[in-house]
């Protein structure tokens, strides 16, 4: 087994040149604005800190809403899964997919239409057409070398220091993704979730009950002691014989686990699968499904967004959904299938019929977008697949416990469409102005009052990851690493200083210092 080497650091290009273009969320034609940047390569680490300053990635762009300027503000929100509890009409979606597995039942009302996802590709269009308009000449694989011959002296320190703590032992990728992508039926599935002693709630225990539900089950147990045959009449669970459960058991609310891998019969109608494979670098399993993958995509695209058969190609499909600039990171403390960019892909009797598109980043699954055979929009797939989600994150936190967020893009309450992603709780929005978390609950009262809005209630309070030294930020510059003490003393033009500045106040001190801003 070979050890783990760290990453090489992030180099980006940042765009300083901004004007507003066409808006996906409300079709105003010039009410987006966003600062935007180029990655040509990303850690995880650095995915992770930038995406909780309020950055998002589509494709290998990385944009951050311009908040008190753009017409829709974009929120970033978290859900925490250990603590989740599925709602009512989230239990209706999961039953009704059981009931589709099991006996082929298509509810009545099940074709309602229904948001399932953010239209980030609208949202950053205007964006891209701004990189289209943009001369960039460097060249990414000129970059990379230059970059790996620059840092080469570096990387052979870590190695010695990496020898001398001890070889780490590595589970080889592929073997990852074949177990993940082994076909296994989902229904059979099993995940225990148990945090941590002192970490969360116990989701292995109930809820807290009323004092009346409890004085019945009391009483209740003192019926099934007096009981002979220490059961009751009456109670009867599937599969199980009445004799068997004792009628309390019925009181425990089922968790998100029970009700997704529920037993199906083996006569049942349909099989479902979710394979997760890694899309970049590309790995085999992705490589073998991408043509069927960009055709669900396509009819997704004409069908649910109405777009002409001539926009969803291939290139299309391959920059916004598969080209990633997160590295593929397998530590040994880290998740099995390692840290990056994935597809989950939903297989029915052998085809697929959904996938989402997912970052898995030290402290949290990341959902990017969700596309789906819009012939199975009757299952409500985009609920089913964010539930999926969260069952998968907390399924990655057995092993790494750190990993215990799931991020889904943006909130945005000036859009109602886009409002959906406030049911999954608990959850929290990003403070755009000081970068901390606020419960929703709290956040939801301003935002009825005004589009934006500074959660942090402490007036006195400031972003404590701002850039504090501008001399300490790496710059990459003729094909060397260097900090911007150094690069500054070369440069002649007054507005340089003010570009840097700007974008290390956006991506914090922390991400300025790790991460490699190309200048020319």
């Known amino acids: 087994m070979a050890s783990w080497s760290a990453p090489s650091p992030s180099l980006v290009e940042y765009f300083e040149d901004r004007s507003f273009f066409h808006c996906g969320y409300c079709k105003n034609k010039s009410g987006s604005l966003s600062h935007g940047m180029w990655a040509h390569s990303m850690t995880v680490q650095d995915y992770q800190d930038l995406i909780d300053r309020g950055w998002r990635r589509s494709g290998t762009y990385v944009y951050k809403p311009v908040m008190n300027q753009t017409c829709c503000p974009q929120y970033t929100i978290r859900c925490h899964p250990l603590q989740f509890q599925p709602s009512k009409s989230h239990k209706k979606v999961l039953k009704k997919m059981l009931k589709f597995l099991a006996k082929g039942e298509i509810s009545k009302d099940s074709c309602e239409d229904e948001p399932m996802d953010s239209t980030m590709e609208d949202a950053v269009a205007g964006d891209f057409a701004l990189i289209n308009k943009l001369d960039i000449k460097c060249d990414l694989k000129t970059l990379s070398s230059d970059l790996k011959g620059s840092i080469e002296s570096e990387e052979k320190k870590k190695e010695k220091s990496l020898k001398k703590e001890g070889s780490k032992e590595l589970i080889h990728p592929q073997a990852i993704e074949e177990k993940l992508g082994s076909g296994e039926p989902s229904h059979s599935i099993k995940v225990h979730i148990g945090p941590k002693p002192g970490k969360g709630a116990d989701l292995s225990k109930p809820p807290c009950r009323k004092a009346k539900e409890m004085r019945k089950e009391r009483k209740r147990l003192k019926l099934m002691q007096q009981n002979a045959a220490g059961a009751f009449e009456g109670f009867q669970a599937q599969g199980q014989p009445a004799s068997l459960l004792p009628k309390a058991k019925s009181n425990q609310p089922k968790s998100l686990e029970?009700?997704?891998?529920?037993?199906?019969?083996?006569?049942?109608?349909?099989?479902?699968?979710?394979?997760?494979?890694?899309?970049?670098?590309?790995?085999?399993?992705?490589?073998?499904?991408?043509?069927?993958?960009?055709?669900?995509?396509?009819?997704?695209?004409?069908?649910?967004?109405?777009?002409?058969?001539?926009?969803?190609?291939?290139?299309?499909?391959?920059?916004?959904?598969?080209?990633?600039?997160?590295?593929?990171?397998?530590?040994?403390?880290?998740?099995?299938?390692?840290?990056?960019?994935?597809?989950?892909?939903?297989?029915?009797?052998?085809?697929?019929?959904?996938?989402?598109?997912?970052?898995?980043?030290?402290?949290?699954?990341?959902?990017?977008?969700?596309?789906?055979?819009?012939?199975?929009?009757?299952?409500?797939?985009?609920?089913?697949?964010?539930?999926?989600?969260?069952?998968?994150?907390?399924?990655l936190h057995e092993k790494t416990s750190q990993l215990s967020y799931y991020y889904m893009g943006f909130y945005i309450h000036s859009c109602p469409k886009m409002r959906y992603k406030g049911q999954y709780r608990p959850s929290d929005l990003l403070c755009p102005e000081t970068y901390v978390w606020v419960p929703i609950e709290q956040c939801l009262p301003s935002l009825d009052n005004s589009k934006y809005c500074r959660f942090n209630q402490d007036p006195q309070a400031v972003d404590e990851g701002r850039c504090k030294d501008l001399d300490r930020v790496r710059v990459f510059h003729r094909r060397a690493a260097m900090p911007y003490g150094v690069y500054k003393n070369h440069q002649e033009d007054p507005s340089e200083e003010a570009a840097v500045l700007e974008y290390a106040n956006l991506v914090g001190q922390k991400c300025s210092e790790r991460m490699l801003l190309f200048r020319q």
């Open 258 to 395: 029970d009700l997704i891998f529920e037993s199906l019969p083996e006569n049942a109608s349909h099989k479902l699968e979710v394979r997760v494979v890694r899309s970049s670098p590309p790995s085999p399993q992705f490589k073998a499904t991408f043509q069927e993958s960009y055709q669900v995509y396509k009819r997704y695209q004409m069908v649910i967004h109405k777009d002409p058969p001539d926009k969803p190609t291939v290139s299309q499909f391959t920059r916004f959904l598969c080209s990633s600039p997160l590295e593929a990171e397998h530590p040994a403390n880290g998740p099995e299938c390692g840290y990056g960019s994935f597809h989950q892909q939903y297989w029915l009797d052998g085809k697929i019929i959904a996938v989402g598109v997912i970052d898995i980043l030290p402290y949290c699954v990341s959902s990017v977008y969700l596309y789906y055979d819009p012939d199975y929009s009757f299952l409500s797939l985009g609920v089913y697949s964010a539930l999926r989600e969260i069952a998968f994150t907390r399924q």
